[in-house]
């Protein structure tokens, strides 16, 4: 049988080894790649009952980043679970401005990418911190059109219950209401109760989860 040459061996062994130690990272990075939402939904959600409204935010059918962007699955049932719930003081949003009556977004053309941020209006009445608590960035290839980058990652807006380390755990409480559970940055100021900043003496990071202590 033929030996394999020393050096591919050991080219062979390191990437393994990479592919071993960085499972979330290819997870991610297939996560962005493959979970496309359909078309058809994603028009219907910017659009709601208007008809031919992305002609007020595309440059083009073909180019239109607020729809790639809510091509990813995470942000796509973000945006949904956000976009019509109670507690908002705005009407609707025209399609230009926003999404439902909660969701606001911007987009920012910085070739080779569009920057497309979406977040929870400081108008919801169960908002207790300012939009960047809440705030998803996409970036979106020009060439490709394809999602180049996602923050936070996709497991963080997933799972509000996700984290990677303490401080990315919140303690759900405020306005004399007891502490009720734990959530990550992005969905603690989502709920109805508020959030307290990071505590070591309230939440911890256990296995991936926000748990309260």
Same mark, same amino acid.
């Given at each position: 049988?033929?030996?394999?040459?020393?050096?591919?061996?050991?080219?062979?062994?390191?990437?393994? /080894?990479?592919?071993?130690?960085?499972?979330?990272?290819?997870?991610?990075?297939? /996560?962005?790649?493959?979970?496309? =939402?359909?078309?058809?939904?994603?028009? /219907?959600?910017?659009?709601?009952?208007?008809?031919?409204?992305?002609?007020?935010?595309?440059?083009?059918?073909?180019?239109?980043?607020?729809?790639?962007?809510?091509?990813?699955?995470?942000?796509?049932?973000?945006?949904?679970?956000?976009?019509?719930?109670?507690?908002?003081?705005?009407?609707?949003? /025209?399609?230009?401005?926003?999404?439902?009556?909660? =969701?606001?977004?911007?987009? +920012?053309?910085?070739?080779? +990418?569009?920057?497309?941020?979406?977040? +929870?209006?400081?108008?919801?009445?169960?908002?207790?911190?300012?939009?960047?608590?809440?705030?998803?960035?996409?970036? +979106?290839?020009?060439?490709?059109?394809?999602?180049?980058?996602?923050?936070?990652?996709?497991?963080?807006?997933?799972?509000?219950?996700?984290?990677?380390?303490?401080?990315?755990?919140?303690?759900?409480?405020?306005?004399?209401?007891?502490?009720?559970?734990?959530?990550?940055?992005?969905?603690?100021?989502?709920?109805?109760?508020?959030?307290?900043?990071?505590?070591?003496?309230?939440?911890?990071?256990?296995?991936?989860?926000?748990?309260?202590?």
């Amino acid at each position: 049988m033929q030996k394999m040459p020393f050096l591919l061996t050991v080219i062979l062994l390191f990437a393994a /080894s990479c592919n071993l130690e960085n499972p979330a990272i290819a997870d991610e990075t297939n /996560s962005l790649a493959n979970q496309t =939402v359909p078309l058809n939904a994603v028009t /219907s959600l910017i659009c709601g009952s208007e008809t031919d409204c992305l002609s007020q935010t595309c440059v083009s059918a073909a180019r239109c980043p607020l729809q790639y962007a809510l091509s990813n699955k995470e942000v796509f049932d973000f945006v949904t679970t956000y976009s019509e719930c109670e507690g908002c003081d705005t009407p609707t949003f /025209s399609p230009d401005k926003g999404i439902g009556k909660c =969701v606001e977004y911007s987009i +920012v053309d910085e070739a080779p +990418v569009w920057t497309v941020a979406l977040w +929870v209006s400081e108008n919801c009445k169960f908002r207790h911190s300012d939009p960047t608590q809440s705030r998803i960035v996409v970036k +979106v290839n020009q060439k490709t059109l394809a999602i180049d980058h996602l923050d936070p990652a996709a497991a963080y807006i997933k799972d509000p219950l996700f984290c990677r380390v303490g401080p990315d755990c919140r303690g759900l409480s405020g306005s004399g209401v007891p502490l009720i559970g734990c959530s990550n940055f992005l969905h603690a100021p989502l709920n109805w109760a508020g959030y307290y900043p990071y505590s070591d003496d309230m939440c911890a990071c256990v296995e991936n989860q926000c748990k309260q202590k």
